[in-house]
């Protein structure tokens, strides 16, 4: 098999499942429980957080927060934000963003909150001058995301954060997609809370981080115990805490390479130079903008991208369409849409994203396989 489709979810590596293993078994206490078969527990918590605090630069006095992952992260941050500036009714948010974004804006713009949602250019780069001249007095929080998870266009955080600190604004960007793939320095680049999931960094599915800047006001979506400080309530999922961790030291190491990095953009790279080649009527959505180095979204003109991804899927190649199946009807990709595609070409996107275990023969065997399949596909 050929698996790109790791914007989706990522495979779990076994110094990740290995250091997981006993937290299923022998290591079953509760960290919130007084003797010390449970107690224990929390140095692992605490050791956990240092490690994924270090992959996104994190002061020690941050609050790093363990949550179930990027969705709960994001509906908590942006819940949080309203609950703690009542008065405060308007938020900055993309045309762009990951539905637990941006159905969490759609709910609170039903409760009266005025939504700004700045738009993006034909390769998917937001429109900086007009999310400048939106921020207002009432706005209670810019939501950008960090890199898009079907384009995987960057986003200018550092002159978006540069920009609410000179304003007073929180900012908060989801950073799901770009951890672990790009530097990320939050001490460097102020947000003043960020998203993280650690099944899409080699970690598991299940858990993720929520981070706010020391001294910003935080309210928890999730209420009971009083587990991690009150700002998240529920027995820790200690196997998912310490997997998160190892992924996290994997990832930062990884980052730090060059080298490594390099090689991940070199074989994403071929990829789309091979199909250019190769395959004619393509487009490469966000060529022209700064991406993350493992994702290309492409537009085979004149193919219906399910069954493209069908057909792929026999073939043994794991992708993603740029349309979303719910409940039977097929939705054409929000993103692609915004940057000016229509529904046709939304339908005709397959989204390739690679990770550090893609392999050069893998690429060259999708430049071989695809050219057969879209031709094979265009004659029907
Ligand atoms: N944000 C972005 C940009 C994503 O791509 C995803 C998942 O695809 C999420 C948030 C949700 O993360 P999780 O699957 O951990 O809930």
Redesign the pocket.
């Known amino acids: 098999m050929i698996y790109l489709d790791n914007?989706?979810t990522t495979y779990l590596p076994p110094e990740v499942r290995e250091a997981m293993m006993p937290y299923f078994s022998e290591e079953y206490g509760n960290a919130a429980s007084v003797h010390t078969f449970g107690s224990r527990l929390m140095n692992q918590m605490d050791s956990a957080r240092e490690s994924v605090g270090r992959l996104i630069g994190a002061d020690p006095k941050d609050d790093l927060t363990f949550t179930s992952?990027?969705?709960?992260s994001?509906n908590a941050i942006l819940y949080s934000v309203v609950k703690k500036f009542p008065n405060r009714r308007h938020i900055i948010t993309s045309t762009v963003e990951?539905s637990?974004v941006a159905k969490v804006a759609e709910d609170l713009e039903k409760q009266g909150y005025e939504i700004t949602r700045v738009p993006v250019d034909r390769e998917g780069r937001l429109d900086l001058n007009f999310f400048k001249n939106s921020i207002r007095s009432d706005t209670a929080l810019v939501t950008l995301?960090w890199a898009n998870?079907e384009t995987g266009v960057l986003s200018p955080v550092a002159e978006i954060s540069k920009i609410t600190r000179q304003k007073g604004v929180l900012f908060h960007s989801?950073a799901?997609?770009a951890i672990g793939k790009v530097k990320i320095n939050v001490s460097e680049t102020p947000v003043d809370f960020l998203?993280v999931?650690a099944?899409?960094l080699h970690g598991p599915k299940g858990i993720?981080l929520l981070y706010v800047r020391k001294g910003v006001p935080f309210a928890p979506l999730i209420l009971g115990g009083a587990q991690q400080n009150g700002r998240r309530a529920g027995t820790e999922n200690m196997a998912g805490i310490v997997g998160f961790a190892v992924a996290s030291d994997m990832a930062q190491k990884f980052v730090a390479d060059v080298k490594k990095l390099e090689q991940e953009e070199k074989l994403c790279r071929k990829l789309e130079e091979g199909l250019l080649n190769r395959v004619s009527d393509i487009t490469i959505a966000g060529q022209g903008a700064q991406r993350i180095p493992n994702t290309s979204q492409i537009i085979f003109e004149q193919t219906e991208g399910e069954a493209l991804l069908q057909m792929m899927s026999d073939a043994g190649i794991y992708a993603s369409g740029g349309s979303t199946c719910t409940a039977g009807t097929t939705q054409p990709s929000h993103v692609l849409l915004a940057m000016g595609f229509n529904e046709k070409q939304s339908g005709a996107a397959i989204r390739f994203s690679l990770s550090r275990y893609t392999t050069e023969d893998e690429i060259n065997g999708v430049l071989e396989i695809m050219p057969k399949l879209v031709s094979k596909l265009r004659s029907i």
């Not at 992952?69 to 709960?72: L, S």
């Open positions: 914007n989706a992952g990027g969705t709960e994001n990951h637990s995301m998870n989801d799901v997609q998203s999931s099944h899409k993720g």
